[in-house]
């Protein structure tokens, strides 16, 4: 019954490739470097947005990070409305609320400014606010099937990538469950890689953004969707994060460092846009819904479990990876297992300790089904593990590897 389960995933996943290659995408529009958030707000404004919501967080708000953009924007006449009422992995609550804001606004175009979960509830507001199609029926593959309102994007950390790609993630406020939109339509129009906005993050932000780079990166190189174009944004992204990850760590005010690892982030994001993800995120995704737990964090405890088992399972796939970073060992299960150490030793050098804490046995199995679920409906993983195995995985991340 196994068997027959992952032949029909595997061939759902080819049919996802295909349709990958099928559905017309247009990349947004990028500006890089020092000051490029001030450019794409006089694009912006060129291209006739005369009113605007600005969608960030609380804490980036009271910081004040935003107030250079939103003072451009009032000096070239765009009415800018702020929304800010969110929190990490935003609940359909609060997206709805991001919405209705919209509407009152009269909002003509929407702007994400922030990480991961500003920048996601910015593509659901644009892409529902001008249409009746209730938000409990956004998750899942192309729902949305017409774009909303125009959609841009500032990134404020070097992670999720999610300025490039065309998915975002509710929670739901009374299950917990994290539910995907995946979607050509949440592809913002343009984009801003500005480094100066990154300079301010504390370490361990920065640490847990680049891992979840870094784990975007990895898992599109192992998916089964994978192809060149997607390897070479992955390869080149991971290159990248290995340098210069370390270097931002340590300096937060390296612009070098900052900018590279936007642009890994970026191209992170573009390869697990076509290549798709697996289990590390489908795992993740869980315990951030169920425990608070940031989404680049919960990568980094997940990834090390993940990649032992497939240096165990399909040490070749891994042999590739480590062979690119040239790292040292006379086969492949040696390659594969030294790739696992290079990983764990820049997540550990990083200051982040492995284990999840707040793992309850309790939730085990439900975290379980509900990443099993998720994998196999969505991501085309290089391998497919069984109910129990799954089960052994996560509750293996009570511990440390």
């Known amino acids: 019954m196994f068997q027959l389960q992952a032949a029909f995933f595997r061939t759902l996943m080819f049919g996802q ?54 003072a451009t924007l009032a000096e070239l006449g765009v009415e800018t409305a702020v929304f800010y009422e969110l929190t990490p992995d935003p609940t359909d609550q609060q997206i709805q609320a991001g919405i209705e804001a919209a509407r009152h606004h009269g909002a003509e175009a929407v702007l994400g400014f922030g990480g991961g979960s500003a920048i996601d509830t910015a593509k659901l507001i644009a892409a529902l606010a001008p249409r009746n199609l209730p938000l409990d029926k956004a998750p899942g593959l192309l729902r949305l099937r017409r774009r909303g309102l125009a959609l841009y994007a500032v990134p404020t950390t070097a992670g999720t990538g999610s300025e490039v790609t065309f998915a975002a993630v509710i929670t739901h406020s009374q299950s917990h469950q994290k539910k995907p939109v995946i979607d050509p339509c949440l592809l913002p129009s343009a984009v801003a890689l500005d480094p100066t906005l990154m300079t301010g993050l504390p370490p361990a932000v920065t640490a847990a953004t680049g891992i979840d780079a870094l784990t975007h ?18 390869r080149a992204a991971m ?8 270097a931002a760590y340590r300096d ?12 890994a982030a970026c191209y992170a994001g573009l390869a697990f846009t076509k290549a798709g993800v697996g289990y590390v995120h489908a795992i993740a995704h869980q315990l951030g819904a169920y425990y608070h737990l940031p989404h680049g964090l919960a990568n980094a405890k997940v990834l090390p479990k993940v990649l032992a088992l497939y240096s165990e399972r399909i040490p070749g796939r891994l042999a590739a990876l480590a062979r690119q970073l040239a790292l040292p060992g006379d086969n492949d299960q040696a390659l594969a297992d030294a790739f696992c150490q290079q990983v764990t030793a820049l997540i550990t050098g990083l200051g982040i300790h ?16 509900q990443a099993q679920h998720e994998a196999h409906w969505l991501y085309a993983v290089p391998l497919y593990l069984k ?8 509750a293996s991340l009570a511990t440390k590897p």
């Open 17 to 70: 490739k295909l349709a990958g290659y099928l559905i017309p995408t247009t990349p947004p529009l990028l500006f890089c470097g020092p000051g490029s958030s001030q450019q794409l707000a006089t694009t912006l404004a060129q291209q006739g947005v005369k009113k605007l919501l600005l969608v960030t967080d609380q804490a980036l708000f009271r910081l004040g990070l935003a107030e250079k953009i939103l």
């Open 217 to 234: 990166a990895i898992e599109a190189l192992l998916s089964n969707n994978a192809n060149r174009e997607t390897d070479r944004l992955a």
């Open 239 to 246: 290159g990248l994060i290995f340098t210069q990850l370390p």
């Open 252 to 263: 937060g005010n390296n612009l070098e460092a900052r900018s590279a690892m936007a642009i």
């Open 354 to 369: 492995l284990g999840v804490a707040e793992l309850q046995a309790r939730d085990i199995e439900a975290i379980s089904r």
């Open 387 to 394: 109910d129990d195995e799954l089960k052994a995985l996560v």
